[in-house]
């Protein structure tokens, strides 16, 4: 399924509960982070005292949900050591922290034993999942997107054994 930041947002708006994405990729080729990837590879860095120069739209979003309720939480499951990508996620972080987002991070050795589907996802309130598909390039190919409750299930308990396992961002070093 194509999917546009619009029809996202909508589907991140509807969790009423809780919106949790396991991501497991050391690298996502994403057109709209090359110049930031880029700024960061060149030495910038964003100032935690100058929010007006990162906060961004999907900042906003996060703050909105999570504004309301929604307890939205990110696993990040990482090589050692980390890809260059994995350095510069970890860099802005905070930036998801601030919006309201709550970020934890694995070592790929410490998810062996873990039983975790083949793709990352956005798992909202337990039971809407949409898995993110990318090709052997990092690129996304589409979002493939499912209500069925056994799907859901192996989501919600893969997620939770991850998190479990995963080291809470401010007290998490690459």
């Given amino acids: 399924m194509s999917q546009t930041l619009d029809d996202f947002a909508t589907l991140i708006r509807s969790a009423r509960h809780s919106a949790v994405h396991l991501e497991m990729r050391d690298e996502y080729a994403m057109d709209n982070e090359h110049a930031a990837f880029d700024a960061w590879r060149a030495g910038e860095r964003y100032d935690p005292k100058d929010r007006e120069s990162w906060w961004r739209p999907w900042l906003d979003l996060v703050q909105e949900v999570t504004g309301r309720g929604v307890a939205m939480r990110r696993a990040r499951i990482i090589s050692e050591?980390?890809?260059?990508?994995?350095?510069?996620?970890y860099d802005g972080t905070f930036t998801n922290v601030a919006a309201g987002e709550d970020i934890r991070w694995l070592q790929r050795p410490r998810a062996t034993g873990l039983v975790l589907p083949e793709t990352d996802f956005w798992l909202f309130d337990g039971k809407i999942v949409q898995f993110n598909v990318f090709d052997d390039e990092s690129r996304w190919v589409r979002t493939d997107q499912t209500d069925d409750p056994k799907t859901a299930l192996l989501c919600r308990t893969a997620f939770e054994a991850v998190w479990d396992r995963a080291i809470p961002h401010d007290r998490f070093a690459t």
């Fill in 81 to 89: 050591p980390p890809s260059e990508y994995t350095r510069w996620l």
